[in-house]
């Protein structure tokens, strides 16, 4: 008896000291943090001067902000975007590389790639893309007899072609898909074969389902990270979000508030709005999954 | 012979998909590095070209590159005045101003037209067929007098070059006092100190080498911090059988869901509490008290070492943390290389933390210095952009190709990558 609870206390020593970082780094870098940022929404706060304390008055403002709303409204398309089409096109993708092609490994390498490019330098990049005369994307549409929107200069492609962008690095998705892919046991598909199932309904009665968790998963991260768009609106458009803050995003205004303004107060308001709606959508998507989500194998 | 079995057959239908896509999937990358080292008057060509050429002629036996060629038009006379205001340039005159040695000469002085006749030599007669070239330099900062030619069309070639020293150029341009861009480029390298080794210099020359020094640094740094903290949370969470393990579990997986947006303001406050805002600390200190996605990874991992492998060796006495180094971690190896490698590709790529932490230049990581860079002089020197973006990629791509399995296995298993 005494020796059990002998071990079960040098466990408990054992396991608390080997998780000690993660205690300091959780209650420092995360729970502190957090806790902190709801403090400061219900402040008046500029980090140069103590934080004063006025209720709600944060929260009650953001839902009299047009600007609030703006970022909102971009942010909730260009997430709805990129997430539809990336998954669009990057379940294709993996669908042509299952089918025992030659040369998968060079085809997997020219999609997955742009996934891993800083967003930087694809930012810079594909202002050069989308630029209105000299551009490579209105030079390809011009040879198709098309003539091309100003792009970024225009409010209503700049969100458009932002999301074109983030198609572009949904490679790591494909790569995802593919895996799950391969996974699915081939008698699965001899059997659904037997039964006289054509190519569609193979996929909607078997691949589909069969891979639906690393969907689902799949889709709540990317729209989790669609969410936190920052850094191509940012450098491409600028941080005002231009033309007529047609890419002014959640994130993007929330820096403008806090870091230029220096409305610290206001811009945790936005932080922990940002952060309900990410539970809730995440709460949404586990929702759905359930209904939709093939579990059992 | 055909195969008859429908599921492996691959139909040839698949690869006209498959080409289309990949084409334009790849276009951009290329592009980029296409750009990348084409001279300045390439860049912005309608319709753009893809390869980068150059003109060039030869003088004297010797190769020169020179600017696009201009029609001269009129038929001129190449003249050398040996007095007056232009004496010893020179200078391209109509050929009603030039007659028997003398040329006509207007000169503007303030709102009054003077006109003199100056003793002048005849260099060369200019027909109006001819064109006009100056020599190139890759360098603005250059401060060698350009040549000018005038000659037949057929004498300019164009051939397709490289211009490699768009990168040279490109590290010059991300250079961050104007002064410093004037020094010889090998010069300014060798001044470009790292500001943790010259504490003090302020002479020291802030380039791109600085930035990448600084980026090096936070990644290794966070890829150190990430693997030792990381795996001893993952094996205290999943090795060790101890109350409250499942509860801390369940919080490090709800905290992936918190994201950095919604933590940088008090972060900020934080950080500025401890005097670090304006250095990399913020970037990698963090990293040391681990990261829930890759604790996460870790134990999921660690959960498939066989227990009796740790009994035995606690039998033989090993202690915990024994158990830990020697056997757990050498077993892990798959598992911790696909931690450093996204860890070591998300420091490499972050920018928003940079942006928010770093006030300094000579703390500037390469991916906050390119953008700082774009936002100066962006939308005009593209070649240099290209160039500078590619001095930035290329180390992932050399990366990728190096690690390509740890890559395909990190995202294919843990579903996401670099995020």
């Not at chain 1, 025992?100 to 790639?113: N, P, S, W």
């Not at chain 1, 107060?265 to 999954?289: D, E, H, N, Q, R």
């Not at chain 2, 802030?206 to 990644?219: E, M, P, R, S």
């Not at chain 2, 997986?253 to 406050?269: I, R």
């Amino acid at each position: 008896m005494s020796r059990a609870n002998s071990l079960s206390r040098a466990n408990r020593r054992n396991g608390l000291l080997f998780c000690l970082p993660w205690l300091i780094g959780l209650t420092v870098f995360l729970i502190y943090p957090l806790c902190a940022a709801f403090y400061y929404s219900l402040c008046d706060y500029s980090v140069l001067l103590p934080p004063v304390f006025i209720g709600f008055d944060n929260y009650l403002d953001l839902a009299k902000d047009p600007l609030f709303w703006k970022s909102l409204g971009n942010t909730a398309y260009f997430a709805a975007g990129s997430v539809s089409l990336g998954l669009l096109v990057s379940l294709s993708l993996a669908l042509l590389l299952n089918s025992k092609v030659k040369a998968l490994g060079v085809y997997r390498t020219i999609f997955f790639l742009p996934s891993l490019m800083p967003v930087v330098a694809s930012s810079i990049l594909w202002m050069w893309m989308y630029n209105g005369q000299s551009g490579l994307i209105n030079t390809g549409l011009r040879a198709l007899g098309i003539s091309g929107p100003a792009w970024l200069a225009d409010p209503i492609w700049a969100k458009p072609a932002i999301v074109i962008m983030a198609v572009w690095g949904a490679g790591n998705a494909m790569v995802v898909y593919l895996a799950g892919l391969q996974d699915v046991p081939a008698s699965l598909y001899e059997a659904a074969l037997i039964d006289g199932a054509g190519f569609f309904q193979r996929l909607i009665h078997v691949t589909i389902p069969m891979i639906s968790p690393v969907i689902y998963f799949n889709v709540v991260l990317s729209l989790i990270s669609g969410f936190q768009a920052f850094t191509q609106a940012f450098i491409m458009t600028g941080s005002t979000g231009a033309p007529e803050r047609s890419t002014l995003f959640y994130v993007l205004n929330l820096y403008n508030v806090g870091f230029q303004d220096l409305r610290m107060g206001y811009a945790s308001a936005m932080a922990w709005v940002l952060f309900v709606i990410i539970l809730l959508l995440t709460w949404a998507a586990t929702k759905l999954s359930q209904r939709f989500v093939t579990y059992d194998r | 012979m055909p195969n008859p079995n429908p599921l492996t057959r691959t139909t040839p239908l698949v690869h006209l998909p498959l080409i289309v896509l990949s084409t334009l999937f790849s276009l951009p990358l290329l592009w980029l590095l296409l750009t990348a080292v084409q001279p300045r008057e390439q860049v912005g060509k309608i319709p753009p070209e893809w390869l980068a050429r150059q003109f060039y002629i030869t003088v004297g036996g010797e190769k020169v590159a020179v600017t696009p060629p201009v029609t001269v038009g009129t038929d001129k006379l190449l003249v050398v005045p040996s007095a007056g205001p232009k004496r010893g340039q020179r200078l391209l005159v109509e050929p009603a101003d030039y007659r028997d040695g003398q040329l006509n000469l207007r000169t503007q002085i303030a709102d009054r037209i003077i006109e003199a006749g100056y003793p002048a030599e005849l260099v060369q007669t200019v027909p109006g067929r001819f064109v006009m070239v100056k020599e190139w330099f890759l360098s603005k900062y250059t401060s060698h007098e350009a040549r000018v030619f005038y000659l037949e069309p057929s004498q300019v070639r164009r051939e397709i070059s490289p211009v490699l020293g768009n990168y040279p150029e490109a590290v010059r341009a991300l250079t961050a006092s104007e002064k410093d861009k004037a020094r010889p480029l090998g010069e300014l390298l060798a001044r470009s100190s790292l500001p943790w080794t010259h504490k003090g210099d302020r002479t020291k020359t802030i380039t791109f080498v600085t930035y990448l020094g600084n980026t090096l640094l936070v990644a290794v740094l966070s890829v150190i911090g990430t693997l030792s903290s990381s795996s001893l949370v993952a094996y205290g969470l999943s090795r060790i059988p101890w109350r409250g393990r499942s509860t801390l579990f369940s919080v490090t997986l709800a905290t992936m869901m918190v994201p950095f947006p919604v933590l940088m303001v008090p972060l900020y406050g934080v950080f500025r509490n401890l005097g670090w805002i304006g250095t990399l600390l913020p970037l990698w200190v963090p990293t040391f008290f681990g990261g829930a996605f890759n604790i996460f990874l870790l134990r999921q991992f660690f959960l498939t070492i066989p227990s009796e492998l740790s009994d035995a060796a606690r039998i033989d006495g090993c202690s915990e943390f024994a158990i830990f180094w020697r056997i757990v971690l050498p077993l892990s190896r798959p598992a911790l290389s696909v931690v450093a490698l996204f860890t070591f590709l998300s420091a490499w790529n972050e920018f928003l933390a940079p942006l928010i932490f770093l006030t300094e230049p000579e703390t500037f990581t390469m991916a906050l210095g390119l953008q700082q860079y774009q936002s100066q002089f962006g939308g005009s020197e593209w070649h240099l952009l290209m160039a500078a973006s590619a001095l930035l990629v290329l180390p992932i791509i050399v990366l990728f190709f190096f690690a390509q399995k740890t890559f395909i296995q990190g995202i294919s298993t843990t579903g996401m990558g670099g995020r």
